[in-house]
């Protein structure tokens, strides 16, 4: 039996899979008729209809020769549709029913990265001499939305492989209980109120009821978001760069979009966005998209139903506690460093640039720390001043529910906001006419503490482990403290180290993107809700200071 004949039984085996699933969903049933099934699962029958439809253009259009492999191809895009439904349907259910809140987001993207690594080592996906630890540390990379890379996205990887990378941005940007909820919850299949309430946790979520809305909101955004900032820079590079093919810039322009709104930092250009330090516009757009990206979709849910509320009523209404919280920060932020960058970098890295050009790259190259890792200007040219300050940013990365790391904008800002209280002898802090619970203050201390405890560990096992390595790289301690503090933000800005970091200390960095993108959000998960106790103790008092 030749390759030809299994190929053939193989492909018919699919094929009256597909016929026996559609003809069991609309034969009969005595218990389920065909209305109640369709409402049950409507997309399964969207997916058959189209497919039934699809059938007949074929037999009826195409060439006879050609009727049988068309009907073949047909049905097994269909059945590669209701299998990913069904498999994405069951998995969400099963992760919700057997992990804890705190161990899903840890464990789902385990499983992505493990895949991500395989799939990167396959032959379609790459152009020869990945290795094993290349493809686990791009696929941590990818997932944890990082932008570190040991390999070149654009020269190493196919397009195959480069869809593989982007697709676990997207996952890992999002969450990959956003996608798998999504289905469950979106393609018909029913969840426990155990389940409900442990994704309530996870998308952070006051009401079961709100679990639609949280999941179709996180959803929508990101379409909306990226498709615009695709079509910003398609429009922007097609005449900056006419060796592009159309492909090649649409291409471009959706890696990048995305990329930069799952703040992963990552591209298909070899020197990063350096080659754009010219274009404002790219500046602006890329920025936007980080802000936008690292807000957190409560934050975006927020603004666009106070918006849309006052357009249709005329009046205004406060936006939440948190949302201006992360909303004044991350202001802060912004503006400080854009200041501190522009005055700074001014006759440095910024020398030679128009006044246009300095403001769009200073405001890019003060977004980008906060979990992005996009540059348009050498990371190793900027004054240690500026590197210093990127550290800082770097470790306290994006907001609550975004796509970016760090220990959070609202972490420091409650614990500022805390430092205010205690100097006014206040018990709990306030803002806003409101007061903050005090177990939300002790939850803002444990996540800048172990974050402090992880950078600090990363940093002194790098150092340790790539002393040897520094003198001949060229490379200082501080460029090692950098590299630590952005796989720990998961920026991925880099002073020139990743590339060059021995086997044990791409471990290293590997583990710190890991904790930095998944410990936060779990240890968030797993301390949502204080117990009540039933006792209470005297209480003693601590000498500080």
Known sequence: MDIGTVRFILDGLIALSAVAYTGALFLPHKDLSLGKRVVLDPWITVFSLITLVALLIVLCTGPRGNMLSGAVITLTIYSALVSFRIMLAGLGVWVVSTFTPAAILPVTFGLVILAGSFLLLLPEANNGGVSVIDSTFTATSATCVTGLIV??????????????????????????????????????QNISLRE?????????????????????????????????????????????????????????????????????????????????????????????????????????????????????????LNLPVHSRLVLLVTGILILGAFVFFLASEWDNALKGMDIGEKIANSYLEAV?????????????????????????????????????????????????????????????????????????????SVVFLLGILVFAGSSCLLLLVEAGGSEGGGFTAFDYVFEAASAFGTVGLSTG?????????????????????????????????????????????????
């Open 151 to 188: 390999r070149d996205t654009g020269a190493d990887f196919t397009f195959f492989g480069q869809a593989v990378i982007l697709l676990m941005i997207q996952i890992g940007g999002l969450g990959l209980m956003t996608f798998v909820a999504f289905f469950a919850l979106f393609l018909g």
């Open 196 to 316: 409900s309430l442990s994704m309530t946790r996870i998308m952070d979520s006051e009401f079961v009821s709100d679990l639609k809305k949280v999941l179709a909101s996180i959803v929508g955004w990101t379409l909306i978001i990226e498709a615009a900032g695709a079509f910003i820079l398609f429009s922007t590079w097609r005449p900056l760069r006419p060796e592009w093919t159309i492909l090649q810039t649409i291409w471009q322009s959706v890696f990048h979009s995305v990329s930069a709104f799952c703040n992963a930092g990552f591209s298909l250009n070899a020197t990063n966005l350096e080659g754009f330090a010219g274009s404002p516009t790219t500046c602006f757009t890329v920025g936007t998209l980080i802000v936008l990206g690292g807000l957190g979709f409560a934050v975006l849910t927020t603004i666009g139903a106070v918006s849309l509320h006052r357009i249709r009523t005329g009046r205004k």
């Open 368 to 444: 980008t720390p906060r979990t992005a890792g996009f540059n348009t200007v050498p990371t190793a040219s900027l004054l240690p001043a500026v590197r210093w300050l990127f550290i800082i940013l770097m470790f306290i990365g994006a907001s609550p529910g975004g796509t970016g790391g760090g220990v959070k904008t609202s972490t420091v800002g409650l614990l500022f906001v805390g430092v205010i209280s205690l100097f006014r002898r206040r018990r709990l802090p306030e803002m806003w006419k409101h007061h903050i619970p005090y177990f939300d203050v002790q939850r803002a």
């Open 497 to 545: 180290v990743t590339g060059d970091l021995s086997t044990t200390g791409r471990i290293i960095i590997i583990l710190t993107m890991f904790l930095g993108r998944t410990g936060p959000a779990s240890l968030a998960a797993a301390t949502g809700r204080s117990r009540p106790l039933r006792y209470k103790y005297p209480e003693a008092r601590i000498t500080i200071g």
